[in-house]
């Protein structure tokens, strides 16, 4: 930690004194309780980011030539692993908003103590993001290349950075909805890659995609709700959920039709056979 802290000190240092300014401007205006939580130090989300674009572009150019890694109990774990804890952060969101009153949108962020157990679950969902960066490790290992696509490492990344960004500025209101979407997908998405760790087809597979899209479209309403009414929920945040909904459901919308037509072509070749 003490090597991580100069890197910080030399790169705001050698930055010109207006951004040191407008660094230091930004990071006061946090949620009190939250920009002081483990991991909501900016620059080391950053610098998470950096490590994991590193490792995964390194070793897949260490992993070229060497034999693949099999890696079935540490997937069945991992997978398990995240099916329980995307459970539990799922069930105590909706819990929190429940117990809080909330109303489907238009909730503003509760900087009292009672808005802390909120704030908690929704840090723990962003402390969550790093520990999905092993997924792209394990498709490294396995070389399973045609998985590591652009899409792939851009949503995490971005999420990650994202949820820095409304965990330390807005963790509570109208976060909670995006928070309790993705972690009920999530359930259902580990759940099918530990059956098929397992060589277990799951009967929602087929929709899973779907159901992503559909997630991103409903983020997508309660951004457009949220920047153009009259809500208490910092507008800034809404904006950058409708942005990011727009890249998500193209880049998604596009692997769609492309796994569709490829499934399609692949079905006539059978007919043929």
């Not at 004194?17 to 900016?42: C, I, S």
């Not at 960066?133 to 990650?160: C, E, G, P, R």
């Not at 880049?251 to 072509?265: D, P, Q, V």
Request: with cysteine; proline share 3%; net charge positive.
């Amino acid at each position: 930690m003490q090597y991580v802290n100069t890197l910080e000190n030399i790169t705001r240092s050698s930055l010109p004194v207006y951004y040191q300014n407008l660094w230091t401007t930004a990071l006061e205006h946090g949620n009190k309780y939250t920009k002081h939580w483990p991991v909501m130090n900016p620059f080391h989300a950053v610098l998470l980011c950096i490590v994991y674009l590193i490792i995964v572009f390194g070793g897949m150019a260490i992993m070229k030539n060497r034999k693949k890694f099999e890696l079935t109990w540490f997937s069945l774990l991992h997978n398990g692993f995240l099916v329980v804890l995307s459970s539990y952060m799922c069930y105590e969101t909706i819990h929190q908003a429940l117990a809080n009153n909330y109303t489907l949108f238009g909730n503003g962020v509760d900087e009292t103590e009672r808005g802390i157990p909120m704030a908690r679950v929704l840090w723990l969902f962003y402390i969550s993001k790093p520990i999905e960066f092993i997924d792209t490790f394990i498709m490294m290992l396995k070389k399973n290349n045609h998985q590591i696509s652009f899409l792939h490492v851009y949503h995490h990344v971005a999420t990650f950075l994202i949820w820095w960004g409304v965990t330390y500025y807005a963790p509570g209101g109208d976060t909670y909805f995006s928070a309790a979407q993705n972690t009920f997908v999530h359930v259902l998405m580990y759940g099918y890659y530990f059956l098929a760790t397992l060589k277990v087809s799951a009967p929602w597979k087929y929709y899973l995609t779907q159901l992503q899209m559909l997630q991103f479209a409903l983020n997508f309403v309660q951004g457009f709700y949220v920047t153009y009414y009259d809500t208490p929920y910092p507008k800034l945040w809404a904006e950058v959920l409708m942005a990011y909904m727009v890249t998500l459901l193209i880049l998604f919308g596009n692997f769609y039709i492309k796994g569709t037509r490829k499934a399609r072509e692949e079905a006539k070749k059978k007919k043929l056979m």
